[in-house]
């Protein structure tokens, strides 16, 4: 037996809260939870600062690893197996793509990228080519299959069926991400019958597709989808957390352009400062390093700084106000000069945020490859394009919804001992 | 109107997966919630290590909490509202204290306590009377409520009934517990009728009692616990964590002691090494702290130091074997004389871990005041001990099941490359 | 005290499986309960025949008017109490109205009111303003109660406000059968955040309206209901068992007509076929009394009566095809001919059965009053038509979607033993 | 392929609010679902009478049976599938031994065989080897196929492992009802984790075993079942209509003896009257035909028949009281003879019923076959028996818990029109 088709001696299994138990037998995938860059995905929160407004989104990136292979590895067994269309010689490199997709991911992945100018995919494949653990283990199955796994993931695999398993419209990572995350913020909307979904779901060459049968259950979780957006990942007090985690971040950078003293030398953040990150320095960011930084920084000199790390670390966030950039540019304008008057550094205080996308936009077929229509298998062998069919996707189908909120921090606002009559003018013009 | 019966102009909710909604109406409730000292909670994980076995786990205090509040907030609304022995005037008490009494937890408490010999419920006093703004809230409401509050807390309060909901058999800390540890664990066993529970419990002077037709829940209640704490709460590979993060303070401490040049300034350490630590070094310490630590002493030339934080952060954990102190005594000795040859520490990598306790001997009357026992109030309006009328309840009562376990670390011993026979000898007294 | 405000010394309540406890206080209710026209809604399915698809569904209209009457009270005593646009005295009005509002059902409504030509909400009215238990119990609260409480029923009532709360696009009759039906089927497409709803409503002098804030539950709300219509409700397998259920009734009457002399005299059957049916008919007719005949009717002569029958007990129901009206009329004439050629009486065995409806055509302002659109009450205070706030909805909005399906005995056509090969004629016009 | 092993072409599946679905891919059991006699289980409650204190469990003992099934498909397919103790061609066998295990089981079983004096395990028998559609399908398999699936079911197959799947301490139909039941009633109880059990259960010649990492499972199954038996199974109000329901059939069954002369002849029972119930009659009796007669003898001239049947019909039932019949025989003579004197049938009226049992004389080796205790199978290979390992289900093992209660119409009592003073002796008497 060789490494790549060695089971374990007994199947081990995780507990898991969404899928009751996640099963391994593959002494590969079992290696390959035991590495320390996947270990590092229990030090990043699946859902960033969401705990924030739901404190049960506690969950890290790890459970959801878990989860995302879990359910690929039951389309597999439970429903590809032994199908024509399903070549089994792809299953570990499918069940590794999932396990590992999301390796890469640091610390508040979103805020990160923005200011520091960097992409996490390009990260999960460093760490899955450079010199790691997990490199390790997938080499022993083969000298070429951390590159097909790399493929796989970020989509150039010839492999289109392998790759829509895990991302596509309906995929294993959404699918997990939707309940998993309903589950622990305790929303109901996040809910859809997986079950169904996986049972009508069958392998073709481009990639999976969906029984006619199972159409009202596939309406039903792009419907979770669109609520869990809107209710759960768009919710504007979170973006309020992810607004001022930005600034900071943007301020530290300007603060070391700026060859300010840090009281506590931020070792860290140099190479992130630099834009000039190393697969070392990636690795040892995680969640617990950035809070460390916050909480020291509160007593830094700099009083943007500080006063925003305190409000991050105390929950004591921006408010925020319906804000229309293309019919209030002006006012903008006004409560800029406005905050500037008052002493309020509007780059730092007064925020602009959008929300905008994908979820809303959801069946515009032919964009990027990601945006692929998901396709019904008809009673006649046919395929068509889900909208076609479902009269309330078609019905929402590559509609965009954009939303814009105004954020600025209603405390300074409210104390009237400086300021007071320009503070007064502000108020009023954000009500 | 004063501060004390300030109610919000709308009543709050937080989204809550295991109360579905927490419902904050009381000004002062929702403004200890937005005190840094309450928000640091959310930096502390409910079960610490925990997660290390049941990955889900990785809920904070700060959601506990909240739940206790919510718990305590219905069996006095919902309950006890309007009956003669309940005095509406300790209300806020109560709710209060509730919400307030893990305050004082500090990261993976249990360790912590053990090797800086401290006890966290000073900390909560400390952080209730002391300049925090927890006390200052509790101020507004009166000048002697901060103390009254603590006194609840450290039940030491005369108000005994107000205690017994929070502190006893069957209290709301409990009740919260149990339920959110099996959620977020995924585990089933924690599940009871809450509901039925608050629907027949009855106030007291001296405490809560049960109706007698709630029995039945109450035992369904009372396995609850026993099941979660051997199968969630004692889980060996938790334990085995929880060994490793000891021995990792243990050598800090000692290295501290010894004078070694830490690579970096361990700080935020200093003050519980010489175990003398002031209420403001202890609020800076939380589980980021805690790991970043750990992360960086990774890189410490201490090979034991090093060593250990390396298998925590990347939970290469110890194994375990069973073990009978009071037969295997000689065996113990041999063992260590063999580590010694080895050259592996004993005192960092040969452990005797026990778990014993209270689940277990869930009723002995009379001991200490957390012990006292569950009443059920008969139709005669008597009262009875719980265990006279439950015939499961009285089979289990009073026996104290203890567990020991022996830990080492596999790996090292599994490396024959030197001290080989030794190593074999070793594992043979180990299987 | 008098009676309509008299409390049972102690809170009653059920164990009910959606709601945990239905909580019952009041005298009056705990009385209705008790009547003997209340107790035969047990006697009753909710779903009639789709226990034949969803083996679950064997649940009874008693237990989701117990349902109704919890959600109506949660209404009330947890968010409207105090609120000055409710009017107190309605109170038990409205918790009557909801608990007897489905009271005039009988066994497999839809079919026996479609043969015999009545309607169940007829003899709601008749029940509570007969000379029945039930009436005896709402004439003790006040001689015009039974009265007022038949208003708020058949939706002719001045209070528009209490009519809504059960009658109305999101009303406590389809939040408790959602839920309910979703529960015992095992589909999760019911599911949506009824607290959540409970919260958000708020009362209006026309009717309950809905905080802005709930939009997206409200919008999850329709999209459970659309999917449980076409997933659950309309299901091609229980229309098929419908079918049958009314072809038996359609072909008992005819034979009573014919003077056809009955194995069994159907007593329970003649007033209804006489299309004269006395409130103390109906009271004895429910799904037992029913079934009773149907398995007796197996062994009638008539061939057809007992061959439906046969069917109907042993769940050997009949197949179906899609069928477009409009388009294929003429295949429709050819197969009427084809069947009466092979010997099969097409008025029985071939079957056009269309779903259509509601569902669908949400929110069409202005229509049949229970048509009211639901209004969202702004944060302004301006009341706004649900579907010029949400998107998703306007997309849905007032589209009608039909179904129309052909039903026929495949078995009978699969029978080659006579006239084989007209009946392959039909088979292939069938596929 | 022959008939035995042939399978559907495509997986057929019935969706299942316990199990999610119920998986069907062997042709044999899809026919045997559809016969005749299998669909009768849908018009025979699970729970008998319980309905009428849990008004949710309205289930058919058919979806039990499914259930059944379910898991034995379940431990075989994903569990003992490929290990040697596990004799491959029994899938078969037990499958169908698991489907219709409870085949025989007639409307409100309990109460019928004892007043008609027989056992439905008979009828079981019968009905597979009789002339039936049953027996057809599993003659189809093999001429003796049809004996050795009744002998499984009647424990005395050669075949002792799978005996003990479907009829053991720990088996199929127990972990189906206690969950379904728990599910339909809304009560907590019946929950436990039957994943892990399955998980841990390993197949041994003689019986399945539960490996010993699965022993906190079981001992919380067993908890289940304890709660589940005194809480639902022996409620009291259920009880009272089981009373009122032996003594309609008891009274029945005299008048005929006195050749009263029925207003509707009672043709479905004679052959009952007779103690000569053919199996055709047997079959024809379900839960409808006997609600169907006990509605219409509300109308016979008998006052006892047709007072029990109101009582029934009407759910206006006994009230109960706690009885002794050590200590109390004296105060029953008493009772007796007072309710001869208020002319009130003390036969019919003043009955003592008891519940007493197995649940809770869980584990007593060496009684009758059913009675086998559980083994765990220990890491050295050894076998256990339960209690040994556990100290919770040693604690209660062996000891029998019996509850007396006295029944008696309060109604009757209340009315003092007539022996008012005899009738306030009764009452006090009861008190």
């Known amino acids: 037996m060789t490494y790549s088709t060695e089971k374990l001696s007994e199947e081990k299994v995780f507990?898991?809260?969404v899928h009751r138990y996640v099963h391994v037998r593959d002494r590969v995938i079992w290696d390959l939870v035991g590495t320390k860059e996947f270990q590092r995905l229990r030090r990043i929160k699946q859902l960033g600062t969401t705990?924030?407004?739901?404190?049960?989104?506690?969950h890290s990136r790890f459970t959801h690893s878990l989860g995302v292979y879990e359910i690929v590895?039951?389309?597999?067994?439970?429903?590809?197996?032994?199908?024509?269309?399903?070549?089994?010689?792809?299953?570990?490199?499918?069940?590794?793509?999932?396990?590992?997709?999301?390796?890469g991911?640091?610390?508040?992945?979103?805020?990160?990228?923005?200011?520091?100018?960097?992409?996490?995919?390009?990260?999960?494949r460093a760490i899955i080519l450079g010199d790691t653990e997990v490199n390790k283990v997938l080499q022993h199955v083969g000298s070429d299959f951390p590159e097909k796994v790399a493929e796989v993931i970020a989509k150039t695999s010839p492999k289109k069926l392998v790759v829509s398993m895990i991302s596509s419209q309906i995929d294993a990572d959404r699918m997990d991400y939707l309940?998993?995350?309903?589950?622990f913020t305790g929303v109901s909307y996040g809910q859809f019958d997986m079950e169904?979904?996986?049972?009508?779901?069958?392998?073709?060459?481009?990639q999976v597709v969906i029984k006619k049968s199972g159409m009202h259950a596939v309406e039903d979780y792009i419907m979770s989808r669109y609520q869990m957006y809107w209710q759960v990942y768009f919710h504007p007090v979170s973006r309020s957390a992810e607004v001022i985690l930005t600034k900071i971040l943007h301020r530290a950078k300007q603060l070391f352009k700026e060859h300010?003293?840090?009281?506590?030398?931020?070792?860290?953040f140099f190479s992130f400062f630099r834009e000039n990150v190393t697969l070392e320095d990636y690795l040892k960011l995680d969640e617990a390093v950035i809070m460390y930084y916050f909480q020291i920084w509160q007593e830094e000199a700099d009083p943007i700084l500080s006063d925003l790390c305190r409000r991050f670390v105390n929950r004591n966030l921006f408010k925020y106000a319906e804000f229309d950039p293309a019919k209030e540019y002006k006012k903008m304008a006004e409560l800029n000069a406005l905050f500037i008057q008052a002493g309020i550094d509007p780059d730092y205080y007064l925020v602009v945020d959008s929300s905008s996308d994908l979820p809303y936009d959801f069946y515009r077929p032919g964009e990027e490859e990601e945006r692929l229509p998901i396709h019904l298998l008809m009673k006649s062998g046919e395929l068509r394009e889900f909208s076609r069919e479902s009269e309330i996707v078609d019905a929402i189908s590559g509609k965009r919804r954009t939303d814009h909120k105004l954020y600025y921090p209603a405390d300074f606002l409210a104390d009237e001992t400086t300021a007071g009559e320009i503070k007064k003018q502000i108020r009023s013009l954000l009500e």
């Not at 996986?198 to 060459?205: H, I, K, Q, T, Y």
């Open 179 to 183: 309940q998993r995350d309903a589950y």
């Open 260 to 268: 300010y003293l840090f009281k506590y030398e931020p070792l860290h």
């Open 196 to 206: 169904r979904i996986l049972r009508v779901m069958r392998p073709r060459e481009e």
């Open 73 to 103: 590895r039951r389309m597999i067994d439970d429903v590809f197996d032994g199908r024509p269309e399903w070549d089994h010689d792809d299953r570990l490199l499918t069940l590794c793509a999932a396990l590992l997709h999301d390796l």
């Open 51 to 58: 705990f924030l407004t739901f404190h049960g989104a506690e």
């Open 15 to 17: 507990k898991d809260p």
């Open 105 to 124: 991911h640091g610390p508040f992945s979103h805020a990160f990228e923005k200011v520091f100018d960097f992409d996490h995919e390009d990260f999960t």
